[in-house]
């Protein structure tokens, strides 16, 4: 099984870079509409239960957030999709992750 505290190096800031990452992408998908920052920061936060459900692809990682997790029902529950590329640095070598990362375009 698969773990953020797996696929990451042990002792690494990969909270911090996922939530900032995260925020960052919805910010732009956004477009300039209403984003509630308060909601954003909350459910962004660099807690490891803020990014339950991730999904490993040949792109990167893919972070489902929960319906009003990061943003209004009527907008729907966004996907972050993080290339490999902007987190390979943190990644564990021992983890099969940091292999797919290797192989990604």
């Known amino acids: 099984v698969?773990?953020?505290?797996?696929?990451f190096?042990?002792?690494?800031?990969?909270?911090?870079t996922l939530s900032r990452i995260c925020k960052a992408q919805i910010l732009q998908d956004a477009k300039g509409g209403?984003?509630?920052?308060?909601q954003l920061e909350h459910g962004c936060a660099p807690v490891e239960s803020n990014f339950k459900t991730v999904l490993i692809s040949d792109?990167?990682?893919e972070i489902d957030f929960a319906d009003y997790q990061v943003r209004s029902y009527a907008e729907g529950a966004p996907?972050?999709?993080i290339s490999y590329s902007k987190i390979?640095?943190?990644?564990?070598?021992?983890?099969?992750v940091y292999k797919l990362a290797g192989q990604a375009r």
């Open 9 to 16: 190096l042990p002792h690494s800031d990969y909270l911090k």
């Open 59 to 61: 792109k990167g990682i």
């Open 79 to 81: 996907t972050v999709t």
């Open 2 to 7: 698969l773990t953020l505290g797996s696929i």
């Open 88 to 96: 390979k640095s943190l990644l564990n070598p021992d983890c099969v």
């Open 34 to 38: 209403y984003v509630d920052k308060e």
